[in-house]
């Protein structure tokens, strides 16, 4: 049995009354520390820390408790006495001693990325060094490979979501500290592409503000490196988040930005930002630029050669053109009537091609293929193909597949009396709640 939390004193000090607060508050709501720290990008234990009094939160995170608690302000109001404690603490201190920040503090923000989750310093987050090595660099740079891998393997909202700050934190401090003039571009290039990596993430797992602020990090670290392949890249993502959350004009100007002196792009990074060119189009009904979009997409990833991206462009293969082209098909399928058998071609070349390493990307475009399939075809195909999808699915932490899964829900309703039918919109019912 769970053991019983210990009590907590509030009389000790204001930092404890709050954390008792954040314990109340907690507890009204129903939630675990775990479930509360799924809200706030933190681990249970972390939580449970900061109600113990025994790790400091700052007025940012103070906040984003008071919203995920739905506490009207009251964490926020009593988080003003936590701070004249604090502050009456360090007028009591020897002004001439230099000071050091404690375990827990919270370190400025540098100004890059406004607003953007703190910096934090604690035994749980190493402190970033004060002299910026290559190596350090490369460590960076491995952080952003492995969530990347993570983030298609089991989506946004798995085990990326509990790790992800924590590193940023750390990768953001070494632009504060020391580093000699020739490894500058390759600093803001390598915490550029971790954030771009997190913004993905981010916007995978639908915390979209986390997600747009991550992004136009990423960006502005790009431009600091003069990396136009990097820029590229987080404008995409900003393009796509855009489009998806129903913005598509928005989505189309990041894709026609990130399209600016395109002879700097490789034809891959070109092809990537001119389907999210198709996508806005389709989105608003402008099907003559949609298919245009697409064309050029074609035109330009087929002169594409080896070894001509970085490292991390080695996702964009014929399976992911095929399934980004396939997606503005789609759009142009069932929102503007076009054909299907455009939009099927595609996206069935990219179910079938994806690897293993890509299970996000197979069910994305598995699902929508059966949607497709099911509103214009043959429901018996679409059975097959929802179920090979929904295996995907089962793997995933990501509300965009989720979102697309219950969009399949819905189109499956016109064969409301098929057994078949019924049993896999069931199927979907219990992938989503898992």
């Excluded at 990423?218 to 820029?231: K, S, V, Y």
């Excluded at 129903?246 to 002196?261: F, I």
């Excluded at 891959?268 to 997409?297: D, F, K, P, V, Y």
Aim: proline share 4%.
């Amino acid at each position: 049995m769970p053991q019983k939390p210990k009590p907590l004193d509030e009389t000790k000090s204001a930092r404890a009354w709050w954390g008792k607060e954040l314990r109340n508050w907690r507890n009204v709501r129903g939630l675990s520390s775990k479930g509360l720290g799924a809200k706030v990008h933190l681990s249970g234990t972390m939580i449970e820390r900061i109600e113990k009094s025994e790790r400091l939160c700052d007025a940012g995170l103070a906040g984003r408790l008071d919203d995920a608690l739905e506490a009207g302000g009251a964490l926020r109001r009593l988080r003003r006495l936590v701070e004249k404690e604090a502050a009456g603490q360090c007028a009591d201190a020897d002004s001439s001693a230099p000071v050091r920040p404690q375990a827990g503090s919270v370190a400025r923000d540098d100004g890059l990325l406004d607003g953007s989750p703190p910096r934090l310093v604690g035994p749980e987050q190493a402190a970033p060094p004060t002299v910026v090595r290559p190596e350090d660099i490369a460590q960076v740079l491995a952080a952003a490979a492995t969530i990347a891998e993570w983030d298609n393997l089991y989506g946004g909202g798995g085990i990326v979501r509990s790790s992800l700050y924590g590193q940023l934190s750390w990768a953001r401090g070494l632009l504060a500290a020391e580093y000699p003039p020739g490894l500058e571009t390759d600093l803001f290039a390598a915490v550029g592409r971790l954030s771009i990596v997190m913004g993905a993430s981010a916007f995978d797992a639908y915390e979209h503000q986390d997600a747009t602020r991550l992004l136009r990090f990423g960006r502005l670290c790009a431009e600091r490196a003069d990396d136009w392949h990097l820029r590229a890249a987080a404008l995409n993502w900003l393009a796509r988040q855009s489009i998806w959350c129903g913005t598509p004009d928005d989505g189309l100007t990041h894709a026609e930005n990130g399209l600016v002196r395109a002879d700097r792009l490789t034809p891959r990074e070109q092809a990537m930002l001119h389907n999210a060119r198709a996508r806005a189009w389709a989105r608003m009904g402008r099907t003559g630029e949609a298919l245009a979009a697409i064309g050029r997409s074609d035109e330009v990833f087929g002169l594409a050669e080896e070894d001509e991206d970085a490292a991390w462009m080695s996702y964009y293969d014929h399976a992911q053109h095929h399934g980004d082209t396939g997606h503005a098909a789609f759009d142009l399928a069932l929102l503007s009537g076009q054909s299907p058998a455009a939009a099927s071609a595609r996206l069935a070349k990219a179910m079938d091609g994806y690897t293993d390493a890509y299970v996000r990307s197979r069910a994305l475009s598995g699902t929508k293929l059966a949607t497709l399939i099911m509103a214009t075809g043959d429901p018996e195909e679409a059975l097959t193909v929802a179920h090979r999808a929904l295996d995907a699915v089962g793997r995933l932490r990501s509300n965009r597949a989720v979102e697309d899964v219950m969009t399949l829900s819905r189109e499956c309703g016109r064969y409301a009396d098929d057994a078949q039918v019924i049993a896999l919109r069931e199927r979907i019912v219990s992938a989503v709640r898992l």
